[in-house]
């Protein structure tokens, strides 16, 4: 029978083997860090871990020891058995691996996912914890849980605890899920090592790559693999990725996944033939950069589908006068929006139910798309708005294309906008098409959810309607709306360079006016409420306080790792490079 256990991640010193030297070349997904201790100290030094605290330590009935309470009593007995004081015992810090890859089941001719981890450990410190846990597991707490069964399997001239676990399994008819396959899990200790793998296979090769003699054809040799890591820049504190055309032969060999087989070619032609993406993250680089990160989008045979509608890298464009003081994330960017037409029709072409589903409306479907498309250019702006205290009337979206011919697009919407039960305003001399998406579901919304389209000064604005009429009005009046990239130090410590996408934001703050706009929106409803149930009304209320004060929390924990941030896209001729930089939230204007 095929085992699968879950993703396991852990750390170690300085590692002479690699998750990469232990998992074949046919991985679906990885992620490795050599300096998981630099990783740690970073979370722990932006206040994360007390905050987290803070909610563990409020969790548990009233009257029972706390979750907090129950973790203290843990972790004493875990110093206990490793025969060390709390104040000496440091969490490990070094090289830590783990992988997701695909295992035969010959028994039933099927193909599944195994996992693997590799921890390197303080040899004086956890050796004789685990040489004990696997020699005398017989008499460790393990042997007696009901929810397992352990014994010993020899592997490589070592012994290897196999603990089986019963879980309940189901089959989705066409998806191949069963839980059944997460029923085993290994674990192994060797030299400082610390392995915990599904299946034996994986065990073994990483106690070979132990003893210096690792196995061919591993991850680590793989081309996607090597090309991914060059491309990333290879000098991360972590790496981690998912090799998708790897993915997609798992898919292809499973028989059960045959919706998703039957999908598969259509979604390539779409959204592009991807082999592989990959990140690699630096943490704490520098004073008061929180995180700085490279990520690539591997495509070899060239970049096509969606992906290949991106254009090539161009200059950066000065903020153009729309972008007002309450933005709180705003991009720009290239499309080369003529070719979407033509990828919709290879896409309908190369899917038969699709075509026969579509026939003869295709032809009249196109012309009428490529007419809407035609007016417009290839730059767009994107943003998102809002202010605390909450104003709901400054919290919206925007998109704003480039229009080469204002008044073709006119004619077009006027045309096609009455059609959807809209009619034109006038707005300082332009015209505005609004649909209020509200207005049509059962109960009134507490939120504005009108949606406007206009066009004037080059663009076609789309989005919330408070932000299309600013758009117009600081077209009509720019010195009065502007705004500056300056406003955000991430973007000043990235660096502008030409790119076919960049933008920046606070998230932080983006996340505190989206929960506080929920916050508001729900306070409205309530208070509508009481006017005709007013014990309903109070029920709610409490129940809502509840969790809003939890929510509070978690957002804490949030946003004191999410300072202001930076990104930008490079393309190329094999796919995207992109870069990121977050502050932390200390750091301010």
């Avoid at 597991?137 to 070592?158: F, T």
């Avoid at 890591?229 to 993915?247: E, H, K, M, Y």
């Avoid at 896409?347 to 809407?372: D, H, V, W, Y």
């Avoid at 906008?417 to 009134?444: C, K, R, S, W």
Wanted: aromatic residues 6%; negative net charge; proline residues 5%.
């Amino acid at each position: 029978m095929l085992h699968i256990a879950p993703l396991l991640i852990a750390s170690v010193l300085s590692a002479d083997v690699t998750i990469q030297q232990a998992v074949p070349d046919t991985t679906i997904a990885f992620v490795s860090t050599s300096n998981l201790g630099k990783i740690v100290e970073s979370v722990k030094s932006a206040g994360v871990c007390d905050q987290v605290m803070k909610v563990v330590c409020s969790m548990g009935e009233e009257g029972e020891t706390s979750v907090c309470g129950i973790g203290e009593m843990q972790c004493e007995e875990m110093f206990d058995q490793l025969g060390v004081e709390k104040e000496d015992w440091a969490p490990p810090s070094g090289y830590a691996g783990a992988a997701l890859y695909p295992v035969v089941d010959y028994e039933t001719s099927s193909v599944g996912v195994a996992g693997l981890a590799i921890i390197e450990l303080d040899e004086k410190l956890y050796g004789a914890f685990f040489d004990d846990l696997i020699s005398d597991y017989q008499n460790h707490p393990l042997a007696s849980w009901d929810e397992a069964k352990a014994e010993i399997v020899s592997l490589v001239g070592r012994d290897v605890l196999m603990m089986q676990f019963e879980m309940p399994t189901y089959d989705a008819p066409g998806m191949g899920l069963d839980l059944a396959s997460f029923e085993r899990l290994y674990v192994a200790y060797s030299d400082g090592y610390l392995l915990l793998g599904s299946e034996t296979g994986g065990i073994a090769s990483a106690l070979l790559a132990i003893d210096g003699a690792p196995e061919e054809n591993m991850l680590e040799t793989n081309d996607d693999y090597v090309e991914l890591r060059s491309r990333c820049g290879g000098t991360g504190d972590a790496f981690a990725g998912v090799l998708l055309t790897n993915l997609a032969d798992t898919f292809m060999q499973n028989a059960e996944l045959n919706m998703a087989v039957m999908l598969m070619p259509s979604l390539k032609t779409l959204f592009g033939d991807i082999d592989g993406i990959a990140e690699s993250v630096t943490f704490a680089s520098d004073d008061g950069v929180i995180i700085e990160g490279t990520y690539s989008l591997l495509m070899n045979d060239g970049r096509n589908g969606l992906i290949g509608l991106l254009g090539d890298n161009v200059s950066p464009d000065p903020l153009p006068s729309f972008v007002g003081e309450d933005t709180l994330t705003y991009s720009q960017g290239v499309v080369e929006i003529d070719k979407l037409v033509p990828l919709i029709h290879e896409t309908i072409a190369g899917q038969p139910m699709l075509s026969m589903q579509f026939g003869p409306q295709i032809e009249p479907m196109e012309a009428a798309l490529r007419k809407l498309l035609e007016p417009l250019g290839t730059e767009y702006h994107s943003l998102s708005t809002g202010v605390l205290p909450i104003d709901v009337d400054t919290v919206g979206t925007l998109v704003a294309i480039e229009c080469i011919d204002e008044k073709a697009m006119t004619g077009i919407l006027s045309e096609n906008m009455p059609l959807m039960g809209t009619e034109p305003t006038d707005f300082l001399g332009n015209q505005i098409y609004t649909i209020d998406f509200g207005a049509g579901l059962p109960m009134p919304m507490p939120i504005p959810m009108e949606y406007s389209i206009a066009v004037g000064g080059g663009y076609v604005f789309v989005g919330s309607s408070n932000n299309v009429e600013n758009a117009l009005r600081a077209i009509a009046n720019p010195k009065e709306h502007r705004s500056s990239a300056a406003d955000n130090m991430a973007l000043s410590q990235l660096g502008t360079v030409k790119s076919v996408s960049w933008g920046y934001g606070d998230i932080a703050k983006y996340l505190e006016v989206q929960m506080a706009m929920q916050k508001a929106a729900i306070d409205k409803m309530l208070t509508e409420m009481e006017s005709f149930d007013p014990v309903m009304a109070e029920e709610m209320r409490e129940e809502f306080t509840q969790e809003s004060d939890l929510s509070d929390v978690l957002m804490k924990i949030a946003t004191s790792y999410m300072g202001q941030m930076a990104w930008n896209v490079q393309s190329d001729d094999n796919g995207l490079t992109g870069h990121v930089t977050m502050l932390s939230p200390s750091v301010q204007n």
